[in-house]
């Protein structure tokens, strides 16, 4: 049986995420050892190619600003107890918001073309999860399945827009926009690489979450609300304003990070616009034990595992889904690690006598 | 002699720089009840976790039935004969009451069954072993918490605070279910703070106050005035209640107030008038789950009413039925929930943080931020005026005990400077010593000018603070009597029967314009 810990100490915070790292690497290069691939070139792949040049840890960069842009959103409302688990949805309708943009003024100069984007971005992710907020506040309807099937809703929009309306003519039917003039492209923060301003809004996001959650009332609020409902009821914090708070939080950020990806590494609107980052960002956001400043180390592992997936890939032959299995490891390593600090197994029957509740 | 079951010598247990137990002796005799009595933190769990098994002394001696003992943990202490019921049970819900039982026993429920319906006729405790426990009432569930502990056949039984979960009503079988399990040679501790049921029951009460035993006395021959002087070291305060002038307008107001049950296990509230002056302390009396939740939420703003009803509930002139808490906190009122944790307080955040959760509008936030030095500083002062025994601000509200973490919130509430301070179950776990301080300052408070509604099961803490009194059964409403009524035409009407109450000349001292 379980049994909770008196008192789940604070290196908890670190610990955690610590073990599951771990325990995920070691499970993930025994796995690729076991399926045949070279354990050397694995190891290499993940531990020394991400960082072993310049335009490498550039690609690392270049994931971690959409990772820590939809965490630190996500994290906003997960905090609050609200649930939203399709930032994939936000971010693909954020994008398509921008593309939208970017296609009809394609070939626009302007200075403020960019900016546009990157507002009707964010409110095209906040609208998205705006439905789900208004189907929660108005039927009760959980929001953990109306943002994920939200998600395929956006997915199937994005495949008739990226074939339809917004298809290139030119593009020999192939399922993507026009190429984006330069106005309406991110230029990359470091020559060489292609990481670009996606990451200044993910730290610019950390450092707006970090003052919402840590400073002001509406943070206190929203915290209470998660941690003690009937308190928060007590106190008169509205639960309304939570879950609409938590939810265009998270869709707003995403959006953004949609933004960047159209805006930056791809150029255009096209099928494949994200590698699962909306739900990559869920792992992030634990992994970083909901805190704003752990976050950011946690979308760092994160940005590893894609890349070093993707050298690993390419060199040691290890199957495509690498990524995604390291990110299950990940999340089962992280939440088992963390059941296990704030709990303890007693492998005895429940001494029932001795007051211990079952 | 040799009925002596149980003798503790110079007992010490040190927690660090804390003598928890400081050379405590006792002695237990068979056939007897013996009280164990003190304030939270006197050493009374401490002595009995060394009894059961649960931690050994420092220094001194167990002897039993005349041999030293040393056991290392509750199954031993088992073994020998020592058993316990403790306040909080250990139930599986979904089991039924066999099935629980057998848990502790190496018999199966099927063999136990006609062994718990006959303990339970023997000793008054009717409990039916093939009833699934969460059917059961918390009277009920205490029945097979005893039934378990006797049918491993113990020589001794400590019960820790075992009336604190049943309603006054219950308390007498209990009482005499206690009697013949020790009219069979059994001997029973029986850790309390009430000084009534302790002179009803015991047949000798060791008393402890700071980790030692203050004295050992007949508590049959002792008032309760001198057991709360040895238990608090001085004599007990009662709340001094100086006459004072009531405003005829009331304060709080609640007119024909109508609320369907909102759940199979809520009650609805049946037409409920009350008002509350200014400078008077009101109170509801009666058996918890008769009302008081719902109705409490209705005042408090947790449950709001649609706005075309919102009049039913005023707070001086104004209709604030359809407000929440927020706007009427701002509108001058105050609330003490009963629920401690998870409440009044969020048991994961710092005092600090809960002294921000209701009193932000105490200058303690600008521009939506949070000030966190005068938050600090708020909470340092809640902490020292109202004698919270605590680490400081950053001690997270679980850490403490329910009767600290209760002056916190108690004091916190008391700092809005409220014009209408609703208080339910003031002192639940609060010891006597502090909650005769918080009663103090509600009837100062009160004659400071404020309209206090106080909601308690314990009738003795109303007709100590209260100028008036209702009494709410089934979710109807009394009307209000003056507090000096006699108290068992208020046990009758808190048993259903109004009428008992209409006998006593209406209170014609108030204003009931």
Redesign the interface.
């Known amino acids: 049986m379980l049994e909770a810990r008196t008192a789940p100490s604070r290196a908890t915070l670190v610990a955690v995420p610590a073990i599951a790292v771990a325990l995920t690497l070691l499970c993930g290069f025994l796995l690729f050892t076991a399926i045949g691939s070279p354990p050397e070139k694995v190891a290499y792949a993940f531990f020394v190619q991400p960082f072993a040049s310049v335009g490498a840890i550039g690609e690392v960069l270049l994931k971690t600003g959409p990772l820590l842009l939809v965490a630190q959103g996500l994290a906003i409302g997960y905090r609050a107890d609200i649930w939203n688990i399709g930032a994939e949805g936000q971010l693909i309708v954020g994008a398509i918001c921008a593309s939208v943009l970017a296609i009809a003024f394609e070939t626009s100069t302007s200075p403020f073309l960019l900016p546009a984007m990157i507002l009707a971005g964010a409110a095209g992710g906040a609208a998205w999860a705006g439905i789900a907020a208004l189907l929660r506040v108005r039927f009760g309807a959980s929001e953990i399945l109306t943002t994920f099937m939200l998600s395929s809703v956006a997915l199937q929009l994005l495949y008739f827009l990226v074939t339809g309306p917004l298809k290139d003519p030119m593009g020999f039917n192939f399922p993507q926009s026009v190429m984006f003039g330069d106005a309406a492209l991110f230029a990359p923060l470091i020559p060489g690489t292609r990481a670009n301003t996606s990451l200044l809004m993910g730290l610019a996001a950390t450092l707006v979450a970090w003052v919402f959650m840590a400073?002001?009332?509406?943070g206190?609020r929203l915290?209470?609300g998660g941690?003690?409902p009937?308190?928060a009821?007590?106190?008169?914090?509205?639960q309304t304003r939570a879950i609409w708070i938590g939810l265009l939080a998270g869709g707003a950020c995403a959006g953004l990070a949609g933004v960047g990806e159209v805006a930056g590494p791809l150029g255009m609107l096209q099928r494949t616009l994200s590698p699962g980052y909306g739900f990559a960002a869920i792992i992030v956001a634990f992994l970083g034990g909901l805190n704003p400043i752990g976050i950011v180390f946690a979308a760092l592992v994160m940005a590893v595992i894609y890349v070093g997936g993707d050298y690993a890939v390419v060199s040691a032959g290890v199957p495509n889904a690498s990524a995604t299995i390291l990110q299950g490891f990940l999340l089962v390593f992280y939440l088992a690690a963390s059941l296990l600090f704030t709990h303890r197994i007693r492998w005895r029957?429940?001494?029932?006598?001795?007051?211990?509740?079952? | 002699m040799n009925d002596v079951l149980l003798r503790l010598e110079g007992i010490t247990k040190r927690y660090g720089s804390l003598a928890a137990n400081d050379d405590v002796a006792l002695t237990v005799r068979r056939g007897e009840i013996h009280a164990v009595l003190g304030e939270n933190g006197a050493g009374k769990s401490t002595l009995m976790k060394v009894i059961y098994g649960v931690t050994r002394p420092d220094a001194g001696e167990v002897l039993w039935k005349g041999a030293p003992v040393s056991m290392r943990n509750p199954a031993e202490a088992r073994t020998l004969g020592i058993g316990m019921v403790f306040q909080h049970f250990s139930l599986f819900e979904t089991m039924t009451v066999a099935e629980n039982i057998s848990m502790a026993l190496p018999d199966s429920p099927r063999d136990l069954a006609p062994r718990i319906r006959e303990a339970g006729a023997r000793l008054g405790l009717p409990v039916d072993p093939d009833a699934p426990v969460h059917a059961l009432s918390v009277g009920e569930r205490q029945r097979v918490e005893i039934i378990r502990c006797l049918l491993q056949d113990p020589d001794l039984i400590i019960m820790d605070e075992p009336t604190a979960v049943l309603s006054p009503s219950a308390v007498p079988a209990l009482f005499e279910t206690l009697r013949r399990i020790a009219g069979e040679g059994r001997a029973i501790i029986f850790i309390s703070h009430k000084l009534e049921e302790i002179r009803a029951l015991c047949h000798t009460a060791t008393i402890m106050r700071g980790g030692k035993v203050v004295a050992t006395v007949d508590p049959t021959a002792t008032t309760a005035d001198d057991l709360a002087r040895l238990m608090i070291g001085s004599a007990l305060p009662h709340p001094v209640r100086p006459p004072r002038e009531l405003s005829p307008k009331p304060a709080l107001t609640v007119d024909d107030l109508v609320l369907p049950a909102a759940d199979p296990f809520a009650m609805a509230l049946d037409h409920i008038a009350l008002k509350v002056h200014p400078g008077e302390i009101v109170g509801i009396a009666g058996v918890s789950g008769n009302g008081q939740a719902e109705l409490v939420r209705v005042l408090s703003g947790e449950t709001r009413l649609p706005s075309q009803e919102a009049p039913r509930v005023r707070l001086e002139e104004s209709s604030v039925g359809d407000l929440g808490p927020r706007d009427r906190r701002r509108m001058g009122l105050a609330f003490v929930p009963e629920e401690r944790l998870g409440r009044g307080a969020v048991p994961q955040l710092s005092l600090a943080d809960n002294a921000y959760l209701t009193a932000a509008g105490l200058g303690l936030s600008t521009r939506g931020f949070i000030r966190f030095a005068a938050v600090k500083a708020f909470a340092e002062s809640l902490i020292a005026g109202n004698d919270v025994r605590c680490s400081g601000p950053d001690a997270p509200a679980r850490s403490l005990s329910g009767g600290n973490l209760q002056k916190f919130i108690v004091g916190r509430e008391m700092a809005l400077a409220p014009k209408v301070l609703i208080v339910s179950q003031p002192t639940w776990g609060v010891d006597v010593g502090a909650a005769a301080a918080i009663r103090q300052r509600l009837v100062d408070m009160a004659g400071k000018g404020a309209a206090i509604l106080v909601i308690s099961d314990e009738l003795d803490e109303i007709l100590e603070t209260a100028d008036r009194l209702h009494v709410i059964f089934r979710g109807r409403l009394s009307p209000s009597v003056p507090a000096t009524v006699d108290r068992d035409r208020i046990g009758l009407a808190m048993a259903g029967d109004f009428a008992a109450l209409a006998a006593v000349a209406p209170d014609r001292s108030l204003a009931h314009a």
Request: charged share 15%.
């Open positions: 400073r002001t009332t509406a206190f915290m209470v941690l003690a009937a308190a009821r007590y106190a008169g914090f509205s029957k429940a001494a029932v006598a001795e007051g211990s509740a079952p």
